[in-house]
């Protein structure tokens, strides 16, 4: 059984030796796109806010698709698409959290101020003579 990819059709019609050509190539080679896979389960697993992380294993598992299948511009696009949704859900998860604590630790230091300041206030002593 054969398992390679891209499969060809058998019934098609093979071309003759005569109208054969061979193409060349110039410049480097692209490297393969990147389909982002292992970041997007980490997306989908730990940062899922608003479904963005499953978004991004989408297109990912869309770009390994496209990659095997040997549609290279496709697999750039949907890669990207996945690396894209991958930012956007980390971002989305990880900051309101530092904001919330950037909040809570000026928040506390403006409240330490507040209380040194007005620790004289309680620490007066009233004498019988201040009720009058």
Known sequence: MDTAYPREDPRAPTPSKAGA?????LGAPQPPPRDHLIWSVFSTLYLNLCCLGFLALAYSIKARDQKVA????AA??????AKCY????AMWTLVPPLLLLGL????????????????TFFSTKFEDGDYD
């Open 21 to 25: 050509h061979t193409a060349l190539t």
């Open 76 to 81: 750039r696009r949907f890669g990207s698409k």
């Open 104 to 119: 809570v630790v000026t928040g506390a230091l403006h409240l330490a101020r507040l209380a040194k300041g007005s620790a």
């Open 86 to 89: 991958n930012i956007l859900a």
């Open 70 to 73: 040997g549609d290279l511009e």
